[in-house]
């Protein structure tokens, strides 16, 4: 097939997923491209991924005289405030099961649990937050063994030696995603949140916006995903 070929074919894709997704995201076609929303894909797992988030947005605010309309997160706000509250915790279970580490490396480990909700706040510190898990179902036991959990992940992934920090991160980062794009789960909650971002798209006036989310939300490529139903709502992605 020839390049006018290939564009002709792409064209009538974004044309069938706009036809198929617009009833579901009914009132969001006229959102149009007014305002740049920057997807800023991240693994939630991460150990040094505050570290790496910060790049990002400070890359962010330094190509932009003004802050963003707001930035969305993938958290419920009651459920992000539990985990983030238990970061000390999670510091001392950490330094428990694994001595001899440096104060920083310690710091970025518990800085590590939910560190892509509130990072923005150090870059962004007055801006809205719209929270895009909200009212999302989740037990309180889980919430309350969020740290053993994520111990239980970073102990599995290491070998049982914390001691390198971005050795682990590199390792956490290297495996594939295996997210199931085709369950009702996956729909369902790609579908709220592209919803809540052209709603608050339509109520807010600003020229850019940022939306941090796990990476396969964040990707144009991955079928129903967060970018892809905002694309085809005409909303102006940009992969950050």
């Given amino acids: 097939m020839n390049d006018n070929g290939q564009r002709l074919g792409h064209l009538h894709s974004l044309q069938e997923l706009s036809l198929a997704i617009l009833p579901c995201l009914d009132g969001f076609s006229s959102v149009g491209r007014t305002m740049v929303v920057f997807m800023v894909g991240v693994n939630h797992l991460d150990p040094l991924g505050r570290t790496d988030l910060l790049a990002r947005l400070r890359a962010l605010a330094s ?36 001595g001899g580490l440096t104060t920083a490396e310690l710091d970025a480990y518990a800085n590590s649990l939910a560190y892509d909700g509130d990072s923005h706040h150090d870059i962004f510190p007055d801006v809205p937050v719209l929270w895009l898990d909200e009212d999302r179902r989740c037990s309180n036991s889980d919430l309350a063994e969020y740290p053993e959990l994520r111990l239980a992940i970073y102990l599995g992934r290491s070998g049982n030696d914390l001691r390198y920090v971005e050795k682990l991160s590199c390792a956490i980062k290297a495996v594939p995603t295996q997210t199931n794009t085709s369950t009702p789960f996956w729909k369902e909650r790609n579908e709220t949140f592209a ?30 995903s967060m970018c892809q139903l905002l694309e085809a709502a005409g909303v102006n992605c940009v992969k950050n």
Avoid: M
Wanted: net charge positive; hydrophobic share 30%.
């Fill in 195 to 224: 919803r809540r971002i052209c709603d608050r798209i339509r109520e807010i006036n600003g020229s850019w916006a940022i939306a941090i989310t796990g990476k396969e939300h964040a990707c144009n490529t991955v079928s129903g």
């Fill in 63 to 98: 190509h932009h005289s003004n802050p963003p309309a707001f930035v969305a997160v993938e958290y419920d706000q009651h459920h992000f405030r539990s985990i983030a509250d238990q970061r000390d915790r999670f510091r001392s279970l950490i330094e428990t099961n694994c």
